[in-house]
């Protein structure tokens, strides 16, 4: 039996219109499909009938499947002659484990390809009216997950440097260390009065934004009972979102789509 192959797919952030077009060609011909829990469940409509879908969803404090489950099966159906996609939220490396599975894949001789996706880092924001540049507000964006490998002893964030650097800083997957993230921005020296943006189910018909400022958005968050997946976005950026580009809020609810976070379409197989 031939060896198969393993394709690292990018859904997208949430709505289901965002993935690329050569990542829904891939999973409409795929024999398996292993995906995670914000992918966004219409596109599993797309398979084929007889696609084995593979549940991997991994919640902060549940895991379907452990990271070590997951390349096994990846390479057990690859193994065995299937063409599989491996469907993660947003891109596959941007804070991702999609290096591990693809390495996982190299290691065992599994040929593989990286289709990249739109990640929220930048697509929440654009959904919420943020644009992370602008040509008089700022020239740059730094991203930084908030959910570090906990086997660390310490943190790999420069705090000094992110307070000093200025421009955009966009924290992913930091809502439950928000208030610690924003006291060390704080005590690095990053203005209190910096504006702050968090962006709850971004591109999806869940979406939230709340914003303030650095000072107050974890009390902000808690007080609004925030739950991941959110971003937080600080800079001055957020300003333009008052400024009139808030243009998702503006939308009839009978064209929001329906995005992530809808229920189960068919159950796994």
Same mark, same amino acid.
């Given at each position: 039996?031939?060896?198969?192959?393993?394709?690292?797919?990018?859904?997208?952030?949430?709505?289901?219109?965002?993935?690329?077009?050569?990542?829904?060609?891939?999973?409409?011909?795929?024999?398996?499909?292993?995906?995670?829990?914000?992918?966004?469940?219409?596109?599993?409509?797309?398979?084929?009938?007889?696609?084995?879908?593979?549940?991997?969803?991994?919640?902060?404090?549940?895991?379907?499947?452990?990271?070590?489950?997951?390349?096994?099966?990846?390479?057990?159906?690859?193994?065995?002659?299937?063409?599989?996609?491996?469907?993660?939220?947003?891109?596959?490396?941007?804070?991702?484990?999609?290096?591990?599975?693809?390495?996982?894949?190299?290691?065992?001789?599994?040929?593989?390809?990286?289709?990249?996706?739109?990640?929220?880092?930048?697509?929440?924001?654009?959904?919420?009216?943020?644009?992370?540049?602008?040509?008089?507000?700022?020239?740059?964006?730094?991203?930084?997950?908030?959910?570090?490998?906990? /086997?660390?002893?310490?943190?790999? !964030?420069?705090?000094?440097?992110?307070?000093?650097?200025?421009?955009? !800083?966009?924290?992913?997957?930091?809502?439950?260390?928000?208030?610690?993230?924003?006291?060390?921005?704080?005590?690095?020296?990053?203005?209190?009065?910096?504006?702050?943006?968090?962006?709850?189910?971004? /591109?999806?018909?869940?979406?939230?934004?709340?914003?303030?400022?650095?000072?107050?958005?974890?009390?902000?968050?808690?007080?609004?009972?925030?739950?991941?997946?959110?971003?937080?976005?600080?800079?001055?950026?957020?300003?333009?979102?008052?400024?009139?580009?808030?243009?998702?809020?503006?939308?009839?609810?009978?064209?929001?789509?329906?995005?992530?976070?809808?229920?189960?379409?068919?159950?796994?197989?």
């Amino acid at each position: 039996m031939s060896i198969g192959k393993v394709y690292l797919v990018g859904a997208g952030p949430g709505d289901p219109d965002l993935i690329t077009r050569k990542g829904l060609r891939l999973l409409q011909s795929a024999d398996v499909v292993i995906y995670d829990r914000l992918i966004p469940r219409e596109l599993l409509e797309e398979t084929r009938a007889d696609v084995e879908l593979v549940d991997a969803g991994k919640q902060p404090t549940k895991h379907r499947l452990s990271q070590e489950d997951i390349n096994a099966t990846l390479l057990d159906r690859a193994l065995k002659g299937n063409t599989v996609v491996r469907l993660k939220g947003g891109d596959p490396l941007l804070f991702g484990r999609g290096g591990e599975e693809a390495l996982a894949c190299q290691k065992y001789g599994i040929k593989f390809e990286i289709v990249p996706g739109v990640s929220s880092a930048y697509a929440a924001p654009a959904y919420a009216g943020i644009p992370l540049t602008h040509r008089h507000v700022s020239s740059s964006v730094t991203v930084i997950t908030g959910h570090e490998d906990p /086997t660390k002893r310490e943190s790999s !964030i420069n705090y000094r440097a992110l307070a000093e650097i200025g421009g955009t !800083i966009v924290i992913l997957m930091g809502i439950k260390r928000l208030p610690e993230i924003a006291a060390q921005l704080l005590e690095n020296g990053l203005d209190c009065a910096t504006p702050a943006a968090i962006i709850e189910w971004g /591109t999806t018909r869940r979406q939230r934004s709340i914003v303030g400022r650095l000072a107050t958005i974890a009390d902000s968050a808690r007080q609004n009972k925030v739950q991941p997946p959110a971003i937080i976005v600080l800079g001055d950026v957020v300003r333009l979102r008052e400024g009139g580009m808030g243009w998702f809020d503006l939308l009839p609810a009978d064209v929001l789509t329906a995005g992530s976070g809808s229920s189960d379409i068919r159950q796994t197989r």
